[in-house]
């Protein structure tokens, strides 16, 4: 089979008008269903109400119905007497029905009553209709309920019941089909364990499912199709046929060369885009087959995920008769370079949070197979095409994934990564208010930076001066020399080799480093572990240069482990952590203390009164110890900072 290179790519806009303008009459039909269970759905024509409501005069307060006039001229010093034993007045309760001749309610505690109930004085007036709801006070019969096109809303439910229409004619739900193709695919339901080696687990299907269903449709999903061209084509083919409205066909969407969607779309129906100029969701493809619209959106999670809520949901929208609502937009100071490949709108996933007055956003990375940079994010950057990218401390428009106002009491943590913060972060969460904590790996020395930069609320930093054996005061010394910040303790932990199970080479000490059969594995310039390890090497009077991959850099201890653990190394230097995440072996070499860097302006903010209390907690220390590796001693701690 050839392979079908994409070659005219649309911008975005460009490729959505092409697409929803051939299903611009394109509606799904109608059905009458129970109002009780129309929350959610939309109206295929206008509602008009059939019965008024209140259907009679009703009382508005418990108390007596009177004939208003009866009551007129009653004053403190004037009570007057309402007779209830004749009927001149009557004992009544909200909501029912006013007796023949009233037309109006004495609140009952403005009533005096005689012992024996027979009669009620009052001190002051009732007007005509006063606490009465008349006849057709809220919903008047045949007046306009709804109109068509109208999203019904769960207030909407009790109106419409109200105006006696037990039923109610709405949209059809869209259709959808999905159909997740791939050989390498496996559903996790049918994994005893893990998948078999080479195996990925399904989950596209599960989140266009979802999104689809938010966005009203009913959702079918076929089983995994194999990357076999007949095959897809015969279960596309039979989706078309059946009654969904629109259908996905998920990945083979790009040039690779088992990659046919848009072969099997082109041979069925016809391909109106192949590629459009965002990233991710380069490769989407938008197509029809027997005037039904058909997708095949790229494989990546992320890519498929931006490709959906690009084209499909605003169909879904379109087909019901509605539209969608702009994204809410807020301004912020980007708080990293973010260049860009022009002609390519790229959407970037962000983390926000308030820092003083002003919102920061971090970007998180790019990587389109990387699901967590979604459910992390709590907004996305838009690069248009035309940009080259933005630059550190410009401000930009961001568009809002989560509420504002969860977004401000996010707490940034900026640095070094300790797992340690997932635990706060776990914390934080259970604690009300509920305070998520972002944190952002870029090596200690980066986080000392964005304090620096009023990047971020907290850093967290292991950094050793060899001179001093002291953790981060120097470096705080030197580059915060303006900022009054507070050195607390988050954590003694254990740094050490991580090595292979079994130790096979034999690894024992920092010597071993040197030997010509191990290949080391590093970690980046500025990350506390990697200061470490010059230092350690110093002590022992060895030469970095005849290390084999000193020169090669990972940017986290999981990094690290990976490549231990693939063998591309033998050994890292990293927590212990790391090595058991992943079933390696682990010589300790030092402990090492790993502190939070806050400036003093933030310590009164409540998300930081918060993080400090939480972590002096006695069940906070005992989850940390629990991890293994870590020491608790001088959690805590504040340490002093001498001025210079
Ligand atoms: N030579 C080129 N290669 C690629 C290009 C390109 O322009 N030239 N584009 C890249 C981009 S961008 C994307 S996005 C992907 C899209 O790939 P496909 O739509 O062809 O999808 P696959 O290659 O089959 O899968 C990609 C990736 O996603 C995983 N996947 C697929 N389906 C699912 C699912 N239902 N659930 C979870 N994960 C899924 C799949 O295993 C792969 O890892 O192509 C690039 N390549
Ligand atoms: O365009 Mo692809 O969809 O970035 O990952």
Known sequence: MKRKIYLNMQPLEEAQRLFWSRFKDYATGEETIPSREAAGRVTAAAVSARLSSPSFHSAAMDGLAVKAEDTFGAADDNPITLDIESGQAVFINTGHPMPEGKDAVVMIEHVLLTDDQKQGVIRAPVYPWQNVRKVGEDIVATELLFPSNHLITPPDVAALLTAGCPQVTVRKRPRLTIIPTGTELVDLEYCTDTPPPGKTIESNSAVLAALARQAGSEVTVTKIIADDYENIKNHLRSAVESDADVVIINAGSSAGSADYTVQVIDELGEVLVHGVTIMPGKPTILGVIDGKPVVGNPG??????ISFEQFVVPLLAMMQGLSLPDPITA??????????????????????????????????????????????????LRIPASSEGETRGSVVNIELLRPLEQIEKTILCTGSHDLCLDLLHDFLKKSTPAYPL??????????????????????????????????????????????????????HRQQGFMVRPGNPKGIESVHDLTREDITFINRQAGSGTRVLLDHELEKADLDPDVISGYDAEEYTHMAVAVAVLSGKADAGL???????ALGLDFIPVTEERYDLIIPEEFLNLEMIRRVLEIITTSEFKQAVEAMGGYSTKETGNRVTLKST
């Open 300 to 305: 990546y999670p992320v890519s498929a995920i």
């Open 331 to 380: 301004r912020a100071v980007l708080a990293r370079d973010l260049p860009s490949r022009g002609g390519i709108e790229e959407f970037r996933r962000m983390i926000a949070g308030k820092i003083g007055a002003q919102l920061v956003a971090l970007p998180l990375k790019k990587g389109a197979g990387a699901i967590t940079t979604l459910t992390r994010a709590n907004a996305m």
């Open 438 to 491: 972002a944190s952002t790996h870029v090596g200690s020395l980066g986080g000392i930076m964005a304090i620096r930069d009023n990047m971020t609320h907290m850093a967290g930093s292991h950094l050793l001066d060899p001179e001093t054996g002291e953790y981060n005061v120097s470096y705080i010394k030197r580059y915060l020399k303006n900022r009054e910040v507070a050195l607390i303790t988050l954590v």
């Open 574 to 580: 990293g927590i212990l952590a790391a090595a058991r």
